[in-house]
């Protein structure tokens, strides 16, 4: 079931990017689960048995090393639920959860900053599409009937 009233929002990836590097990356963890938590919320996942791993989310920041393996489970997990959502709504397929830990795993070897900066920026505007389409059937649900006087006569 969706709630009808707004969970999440559209978030300016740019704007993300640069709280990330101002705040050493403290900003990036915040967004990692406020952006899941939001969809998972929103769409009612839990009720669909979706997992929204929290847990991995908590371990993999705690515990080094191995935590990074949960940290991408919990990425892996994070993509899967955002696609689950999109074709939900109709919407095409955002980034694979792949190619979301290879740009952030391979790409952040290959490119430093460039290669996460690509994967949470295909991430971000998955998420966008959802909460403009969100916006749109929720504003069509409210918009007023139109009145039968107004309507084409019929021939």
Same mark, same amino acid.
């Given at each position: 079931?969706?709630?009808?009233?707004?969970?999440?929002?559209? $978030?300016?990836?740019?704007?993300?990017?640069?709280?990330?590097?101002?705040?050493?990356?403290? /900003?990036?963890?915040?967004?990692?689960?406020?952006?899941?938590?939001?969809?998972?919320?929103?769409?009612?996942?839990? *009720?669909?048995?979706?997992?929204?791993?929290?847990?991995?989310?908590?371990?993999?920041?705690?515990?080094?090393?191995?935590?990074? !393996?949960?940290?991408?489970? /919990?990425?892996?997990?994070?993509?899967?639920?955002?696609?689950?959502?999109?074709?939900?709504?109709?919407?095409?397929?955002?980034?694979?959860?792949?190619?979301?830990?290879?740009?952030?795993?391979?790409?952040?070897?290959?490119?430093?900053?460039?290669?996460?900066?690509?994967?949470?920026? $295909?991430?971000?505007?998955?998420?966008?599409?959802?909460?403009?389409?969100?916006?749109? $059937?929720?504003?069509?649900?409210? *918009?007023?009937? !139109?009145? *039968?006087?107004?309507?084409?006569?019929?021939?």
């Amino acid at each position: 079931m969706v709630k009808t009233a707004k969970v999440g929002k559209a $978030r300016p990836f740019w704007r993300g990017l640069l709280l990330t590097i101002v705040t050493f990356g403290l /900003y990036g963890i915040y967004w990692n689960f406020k952006a899941h938590h939001e969809v998972y919320q929103q769409f009612d996942l839990e *009720a669909e048995g979706r997992d929204q791993g929290i847990v991995l989310f908590i371990l993999g920041i705690v515990i080094p090393f191995v935590g990074f !393996v949960l940290y991408l489970i /919990y990425q892996w997990k994070f993509v899967e639920n955002v696609n689950f959502v999109r074709a939900r709504m109709g919407l095409g397929e955002g980034p694979s959860p792949l190619e979301f830990i290879l740009w952030n795993t391979l790409g952040l070897l290959l490119f430093i900053v460039v290669g996460p900066a690509i994967g949470y920026y $295909r991430l971000q505007s998955g998420i966008n599409d959802v909460w403009a389409l969100y916006d749109r $059937r929720i504003a069509e649900m409210r *918009a007023p009937p !139109v009145p *039968a006087a107004m309507a084409a006569p019929v021939v």
